[in-house]
């Protein structure tokens, strides 16, 4: 597999609403690609990434990956 998370964290749109980004270190494509989880639904990312997503997503729901932007605390658990 050559996707792993990186770290995923709260962002605001324009209305205020949050939702979740995810990073995500695409090791074959030696890229990172960031996105929010109601992208998962659109066709811009590959499929293969997308079951990879959604098979973890509840550790992503559980905030396994997540960064809080103080700085402070990053908890990556490596796979």
């Not at 990186?6 to 979740?20: A, M, Y």
């Not at 074959?28 to 293969?48: H, N, R, S, V, W």
Request: glycine residues 8%.
């Amino acid at each position: 597999m050559s996707y792993h998370i990186l770290l995923t964290r709260k962002i605001s749109d324009l209305k205020g609403q949050l939702h979740t980004q995810v990073h995500v270190m695409d090791s074959k494509g030696a890229q990172i690609i960031y996105f929010t989880l109601d992208e998962l639904e659109k066709d811009e990312l590959p499929e293969a990434l997308k079951e990879y997503i959604r098979g973890i997503l509840p550790n992503i729901q559980d905030g396994r990956w997540h960064y809080g932007g103080n700085g402070k605390k990053l908890f990556v658990i490596c796979e």
